[in-house]
């Protein structure tokens, strides 16, 4: 099994900076997309950016240009650099990894347990 563990979520001031991390612990695994979702209260859940494996990343038009994701695949662990912070970008925010524990055959979807992110007026 491959279990998500986040962290660095909290409470800042709009224009402020945060970086969330999450780490794949667990068996060995092979690991193809990592990516941070984002769930509002009374809205659904939108991802939010999304790296591969070779390094390619994607982004919500919403975070383009504030937000960079990375990912270091030496240590299973993707990053995402929150600048610029908003209001609107209050939410829980989750990890989302898409990988093959060794010895299964096919790939599953898994989720961290989700980070609360606080952006103040």
């Known amino acids: 099994q491959v279990q998500l563990v986040e962290s660095g979520g909290g409470l800042v001031q709009a224009g402020e900076s945060l970086r969330l991390s999450c780490a794949a612990t667990g068996s060995a695994s092979t690991i193809n997309i990592m990516a941070w979702y984002r769930q509002a209260p009374g809205k659904q859940r939108e991802r939010v950016a999304a790296?591969?494996?070779?390094?390619?990343?994607n982004y919500a038009d919403s975070v383009r240009g504030r937000f960079t994701i990375s990912r270091d695949n030496a240590k299973n662990t993707v990053y995402l650099q929150m600048n610029r912070l908003k209001p609107e970008d209050t939410a829980v925010y989750y990890c989302?990894?898409?990988?093959?524990?060794?010895?299964?055959?096919?790939?599953?979807?898994?989720w961290g347990q989700g980070t609360q992110v606080t952006v103040s007026s």
């Open positions: 989302n990894a898409n990988a093959k524990p060794l010895g299964a055959v096919y790939y599953n979807t898994y």
């Open positions: 790296v591969i494996s070779g390094g390619i990343t």
